[in-house]
């Protein structure tokens, strides 16, 4: 024991002495470009100009959330500013750039050039990467592809050389897979965790990792806005917080520079796989890892399951085993939940195109929108309908591909699934408002609005469900609503049941399920007069905001769950009947076979097949 201490002293000591040349970065985060109080471009001016100021000062690192919305135009503004720096900046994005994305978080990447970066500066190694989620609300998550690329990066290090690792979020359980971070970067020296997200100065926790957080650029309630100073001395890292108008500054913490050598055997929390033990009665048949990020619910093709990831690819596995039997590249990362005719299969793209391909997984035909794909189709008596972010909602023929109509009243991008019902296809979009159109000519019969003007709080993630001419749909402003399919008019709202975005419909149409944002799944009454409440039932699942919505099938009901678990309720005695935990992230609205059976996908990239004895 001794001697293990005497050995660390000296190597930290060997590497105080190696590492004496002082150097000082800018840090900054969260800028939030067309952020509703409108000073959020100003605050950003002001801190790029006071940078330009400072003649010692190396690079910057802008550690995400730099817009809103991760819209083209707030991310080309922002770009716009901070190419008016006099030196280097090294950027990443945050979730406010990736989960309302148009482009799910293509944008970024085309408009940076990298949503990563590794560089060597005074014998550190600074490496940054991505933090999701994308397209959907969830836990902070770094991309299945960015894990991939930060385990390449830190394997191509020699043991003792000392890093320094940005994301946007702090290395906690806010992030769902921050002990796969957290792991990798305890096998090198790694001298320093950056994050920000929290809009505050403060140390955050890591484990034994030192880790800092960095305050908003914005000035929230203060005159002006601010970061950071990071000075990198022989022995210490030091922190000032520098306001960028009046240019005062105050050193705030520090942490030491030293060699880190981390025990791996030292016991941290993980994620608790035990609730699969206790439901020996569910299992997977088969469990599928997929390179990258999936996002959406895999379709079943004859016997095929076919889903598409992040990077592009649309994959094809045995239903029996799970075997890999085909992949189809496209040019984007694919958030779209495909439609299934017995020998078609459809699916849109971020790289603007929707896809027609066969069981084989030929292409058939292809038709160019405006804008990506993120939407879901949905097929109906041959043909397609999916919406896009280019604000328009096409209609195709499914054998030929034909343009049928489009809809270009759109506001903002679609990224869900519609719904049919008689002559009307519905669905919402990130700009507020619900649309219902004819589904023949594409007209538009009404839109919906929730009061609102917030793009955030839109009805655009659910997928409504309708009964007796009555549409229902939740909203992160936590109504369920029922909303007159004829003519468009609000029949009643509640904010009874706190649902977000997840909601379900009975298959005899008298129930409507929703999972609240804590533990609990509740169930209303159908009906056009008033919300009536049927029953609550608490599940146990604990906080909850993921949009993955309620399957009932037979005497079981469905979902999916944050944390990466799935669960099966009775919803008739209102008892659990199993839980089975895929992994620790998201789970997409599951694909239910049958009473027995289910195939579920996570958005780090596991799909499973479920079977319950």
């Not at 309908?385 to 054998?399: C, E, M, Q, V």
């Amino acid at each position: 024991m001794k001697y293990g201490m005497v050995l660390l002293l000296v190597m930290s000591s060997f590497f105080s002495r190696t590492q004496t040349k002082t150097f000082r970065f800018a840090f900054v985060s969260d800028t939030h470009i067309g952020s509703p109080n409108g000073a959020a471009e100003e605050d950003l001016r002001r801190t790029v100009a006071d940078i330009n100021t400072l003649k010692d000062l190396a690079f910057v690192v802008i550690t995400g959330d730099i817009t809103e919305l991760g819209t083209d135009l707030q991310l080309e503004y922002a770009k716009k500013i901070l190419d008016s720096l006099h030196i280097p900046y090294y950027i990443i994005p945050g979730n406010h750039d990736t989960g309302w994305s148009e482009s799910g978080g293509l944008s970024f990447t085309r408009i940076f050039g990298s949503d990563q970066f590794s560089f060597d500066y005074q014998g550190i190694h600074f490496l940054g990467c991505a933090s999701g989620p994308y397209v959907r609300m969830s836990d902070g998550h770094v991309p299945r592809n960015a894990v991939n690329w930060l385990r390449h990066q830190l394997n191509q290090l020699k043991s003792d050389e000392p890093v320094i690792f940005l994301n946007h979020y702090p290395l906690d359980n806010g992030l769902d897979n921050w002990y796969e971070v957290i792991d990798l970067l305890k096998t090198k020296n790694t001298l320093l965790a950056l994050c920000g997200h929290g809009h505050q100065n403060r140390i955050v926790q890591a484990e034994n990792i030192p880790s800092v957080m960095g305050r908003s650029n914005l000035r929230a309630k203060e005159a002006e806005g601010g970061y950071n100073l990071v000075e990198v001395q022989a022995d210490s890292i030091y922190f000032t917080e520098r306001k960028s108008f009046t240019h005062t500054e105050k050193r705030w913490t520090s942490v030491p520079n030293q060699m880190h050598v981390y025990d791996l055997k030292k016991k941290f929390p993980r994620p608790d796989f035990s609730v699969n033990s206790r439901y020996a009665q569910v299992s997977a048949v088969w469990s599928y890892s997929s390179a990258s990020n999936v996002m959406s619910t895999p379709a079943l093709f004859q016997d095929l399951v076919v889903f598409g990831n992040q990077d592009g690819v649309v994959e094809a596995l045995d239903i029996s085993t799970g075997k890999l039997q085909w992949k189809f590249l496209t040019h984007g990362p694919v958030y779209s939940s495909p439609a299934t005719t017995p020998n078609r299969i459809v699916v849109g793209s971020a790289d603007h195109y929707i896809y027609c391909l066969d069981v084989t997984g030929h292409l058939q035909w292809k038709h160019q929108s405006g804008g990506p794909v993120l939407g879901s189709p949905l097929i109906d008596n041959q043909v397609v309908y999916i919406g896009g972010s280019d604000h328009t909602f096409r209609a195709f023929n499914l054998k030929n591909g034909h343009l049928l109509w489009s809809f270009r009243g759109l506001e903002g991008p679609v990224m869900g699934k519609p719904v049919i019902q008689g002559k009307e296809i519905i669905f919402g979009a990130w700009d507020t408002n619900l649309y219902a159109l004819d589904k023949t000519s594409g007209k538009l019969i009404w839109k919906w609005n929730n009061g609102s003007s917030v793009i955030n709080f839109s009805p655009a993630a659910c997928t409504p469900v309708v009964q007796d001419h009555v549409v229902y749909i939740v909203a992160p402003d936590r109504y369920l609503t029922a909303i007159d399919q004829t003519t468009g008019v609000t029949l009643w709202r509640t904010p009874e049941s706190t649902v977000r975005e997840s909601i379900g419909i009975s298959q005899n149409g008298s129930l409507i399920f929703g999972k609240t944002m804590q533990d609990t799944v509740v169930a209303f009454y159908t009906n056009k007069l008033r919300p009536m409440r049927a029953w609550s039932m608490n599940v146990g699942f604990g906080y909850e905001h993921v949009p993955s919505m309620l399957i009932e099938k037979g005497n079981s009901l469905f979902f999916g769950t944050r944390n990466g678990v799935v669960y099966a309720i009775d919803p008739g005695t209102q008892k659990l009947l199993w839980a089975y935990k895929m992994d620790n992230s998201m789970v997409n609205t599951v694909n239910v076979l049958n009473e027995k059976q289910l195939i579920a996908s996570t958005m780090d990239g596991k799909v499973c097949l479920l079977h319950a004895y």
